[in-house]
Structure formats: structure tokens, C-alpha cells
């Protein structure tokens, strides 16, 4: 009984113990403006989402975005630079306040986080070497493809079959695609359309953004569980920012084509 009544109180201590983490966790409102910040966690090598500039700060479409919700809140946009399979077991754990990493919203990550309302809609693209044999997304088959690590690209690629070699950031997939180790690459549309046209500029070797898209996704930012408070708040703002056609002029300034989410 004693060894029964021993592992009760165990199971139990695991429990509070889980709860205690859970509840320290919890973003809100309140405890954000206490604290003075917002601390978002991000990997700045995602053009024209968020993107590092020689004198080490980050700039982007969702850089903007997040600094007028921080205004809105009242508190400072602190920057926390990671790889970006880093982020969401960053915002899981509790490490920092919000996932903003060019984000797609999918089942499997939700089951992970937290996510606001969808601030647009992207689509993944392919690239491909001009001149390359490949004109479709039927083509794919049997060849290589380059995805970044921890992305919607890589899951949807390795979850249909495809042979994929996965990098840490999407420069190195983009040279793993122009040095022949793969036979393309994909990337959310909107950094692919930025990235290329970047190499074009330099390289007399040319890359193609193909017109047949492998989906299409939601973009949000992500919380941790608990902060369905905080996560009501922001979308308020977002709906307003979308509403009033300050997202799109945000995408307009980055030269990017805005795709609405409905609101």
C-alpha cells in the first residue's frame, strides 16, 4: 500500500510540476505591459519577411507589423535572433513571448501553438535553374529539392514522397539548387520572388520562379498555449491594421504583392 500510495504522490508531483511550468508560461496583456516588452523570436533570413542588415539589425514586412502592435500595447519590440527550427520550441517552452518567423499556419503546428488570426496568405513556389528540364510541379518527381530546415516546405515534400535535402537557412539552399546538388528548391513565394531577384542582379546564371505553386498557407504569429488573452488582443490590432490597409501598405513598401486573409 505504502509502495501504491508512494507512487500516487509521484504522479502527482509530476502533475503540479507540469501545471507550474503551464502557468509560467501564460502570456497576457497584463503581463507583457508589466514587463515593458514584447520578445519575439525570429530568423532573420526570410526576405522580404524579416531580413539582416550589416549593421546587425532586423528589417521586414513582419518587423513593421509587430512594431505598431508593440506601440498598440504600449511596450518595447525586442528582437531575439535564432535558426528557425528554433522558434517554435522557443515559444512552446515559454522562452519568449512570439513566434514571428514568416509562420505558416498548419494542423500539426497548432497542435504545438498558439496562433493569432492569419495576417495574409502565401503560397510555396519553385525554383529551378534556367533552363532546367523541370516547367511544373509534375516534373518534381524523382528529382532533388532543397527546403530549409523545420519549414512547411520541407513537411510537405518529405509527406508526398519527394527526395529532399534540407539547409539551415534558405541561402544555403539557394546555393545547394545553383551548384547543381539540387534540381530545385522551395520557399514561400514572397522570399523566393526577393531572393532571386537578389542573385539575378549579380549572376550571369539565371533562377526561374516557376507559375505552378507546390500549396498555398496562412501566415500568423505564434504563442505559447495559455495566451489566449494576449493572442485575443493582437488580433484585434491585426484586424485593424488589415481593415484600415495598413498591412498591405507595409507589403507595398517591401515591393511585395499582398494576398488579403479574410477578416
Do not use: H
Not at 75 to 91: A, H, K, N, T, Y
Not at 230 to 235: E, G, K, P, S
Amino acid at each position: 500500500m505504502k509502495k501504491k500510495i508512494a507512487a500516487i504522490l509521484a504522479v502527482m508531483m509530476i502533475v503540479l510540476a507540469f501545471a507550474g511550468c503551464s502557468s509560467g508560461n501564460k502570456k497576457t496583456s497584463a503581463t507583457i505591459k508589466k514587463a515593458g516588452k514584447l520578445v519575439i523570436a525570429t530568423s532573420p533570413d526570410f526576405p522580404p519577411f524579416e531580413e539582416l542588415q550589416g549593421d546587425g539589425s532586423v528589417v521586414g514586412i513582419e518587423i513593421d507589423i509587430m512594431n505598431l502592435i508593440a506601440e498598440k500595447l504600449g511596450v518595447e519590440l525586442v528582437i531575439e535572433q535564432m535558426d528557425f527550427d528554433s522558434v517554435l520550441p522557443g515559444i512552446q517552452a515559454g522562452k519568449y513571448d512570439v513566434g514571428v518567423s514568416g509562420i505558416s499556419v498548419t494542423e500539426k503546428r497548432q497542435k504545438n501553438v498558439l496562433f493569432t488570426d492569419p495576417y495574409c496568405l502565401a503560397a510555396q513556389a519553385i525554383v529551378v535553374n534556367e533552363g532546367s528540364e523541370i516547367a511544373s510541379k509534375a516534373d518534381l518527381e524523382g528529382k532533388k529539392i532543397a527546403v530549409q530546415t523545420g519549414t512547411t516546405a520541407e513537411t510537405f515534400c518529405m509527406d508526398n514522397g519527394y527526395d529532399v535535402s534540407s539547409y539551415q537557412a534558405n541561402s544555403d539552399a539557394e546555393t545547394a539548387l545553383v551548384t547543381g546538388k539540387v534540381d530545385a528548391w522551395v520557399i514561400d513565394d514572397l522570399t523566393a520572388a526577393d531572393m532571386v531577384k537578389a542573385y539575378n542582379a549579380t549572376n550571369e546564371q539565371k533562377l526561374v520562379i516557376l507559375g505552378d505553386a507546390m500549396t498555398t498557407e496562412p501566415y500568423a504569429f505564434a504563442f505559447t498555449f495559455g495566451s489566449e488573452e494576449l493572442v485575443a488582443d493582437i488580433n484585434k490590432i491585426i484586424k485593424d491594421l488589415i481593415k484600415d490597409g495598413t498591412i498591405a501598405s507595409i507589403f507595398e513598401k517591401f515591393e511585395a504583392p499582398y494576398t488579403q486573409p479574410q477578416v
